[in-house]
């Protein structure tokens, strides 16, 4: 996706070829250091989509009249031998300015394959998708990616890049393994069980196994439940870079009320600000 993303068109040097992806140079010359670069700003997301799900971000653009190019890649299963339609699972880049107006990726006929490149339909034949507004207008841009056709009926992992980077994307955050003790001196008994009338301290690990640096984490765990009582709701977590995994420093800590019936399903939600971000 970023080496796509910021390939350089050849129409920029040689007007025989003409702007937008063509059969003969694809999306243009490699830029290393420009995809290193847009890695380093930030300026792409990693997230997945679910059959005729749709995710939102919004892209802002700050000045008037700068590029905003969009790109959506995403690893496809490999199709039947000799199937009539190569694409199994089919998303659709949507690009939305701040007046509702859409923008349409970059489409190849392949049946006149020396016509220039058009942005005027959606694309439903290949895994990737890229939308280039040549002058932006300022302001809050719309983009989603739509789960058009995922017949696996399994969620579609995708990457999206994007320029101009005014904000990196947000984390992605799992809770793993959480784990509660009830070995809280004098608040429970230890044995290994969730018994009525105990005090629990959680653990809580967060991943952060995409995107950019997760900072200046917060978490809040909330809960529903009659006879749950969060006594320590709000932790924080240290700064987690992408691929590694942290654990709250101190614990959660949970009340059961004596009421609480044995074998109960205890269901709690974990939420995560890290600066603008909540997941």
């Excluded at 937008?20 to 380093?40: E, H, K």
């Excluded at 004098?186 to 653990?203: K, R």
Aim: hydrophobic fraction near 40%.
């Amino acid at each position: 996706a970023l080496m796509l993303h910021t390939a350089k068109d050849l129409a920029t040097e040689d007007p025989s070829y003409r702007l937008g992806p063509d059969f003969s140079s694809g999306y243009g010359l490699l830029q290393a250091r420009d995809a290193v670069d847009q890695l380093r700003s930030g300026g792409f997301l990693i997230n997945d989509v679910g059959d005729n799900a749709t995710n939102t971000f919004v892209l802002v653009v700050e000045e008037a009249s700068q590029p905003l190019k969009v790109t959506l890649v995403w690893d496809d299963p490999p199709a039947l031998e000799n199937a009539a339609t190569a694409l199994i699972n089919d998303l659709d880049l949507v690009v939305l300015s701040p007046d509702g107006v859409r923008h349409y990726p970059w489409t190849l006929d392949p049946e006149e394959p020396a016509a220039p490149a058009v942005q005027n339909a959606e694309d439903h034949a290949n895994n990737v998708e890229q939308v280039l507004v040549e002058t932006a207008a300022a302001g809050e841009w719309r983009v989603q990616v739509v789960g058009r056709r995922l017949p696996l009926d399994l969620p579609q992992r995708y990457t999206l890049a994007y320029t101009p980077v005014t904000q990196s994307g947000s984390p992605l955050l799992l809770v793993t393994d959480a784990s509660f003790r009830d070995d809280v001196e004098g608040l429970s008994n230890g044995d290994g069980y969730l018994d009525p009338g105990e005090t629990l301290h959680l653990t809580a690990p967060l991943q952060n196994p995409y995107g950019p640096l997760a900072s200046n984490l917060t978490s809040r765990l909330v809960s529903a439940i009659p006879g749950v009582t969060i006594l320590e709701g709000e932790i924080d977590y240290p700064d987690l870079v992408p691929g590694l995994t942290v654990t709250n420093a101190l614990p959660f800590v949970i009340r059961l009320d004596k009421t609480v019936p044995c074998g109960s399903v205890l269901e709690l939600t974990h939420i995560t600000e890290s600066d603008d971000y909540f997941v």
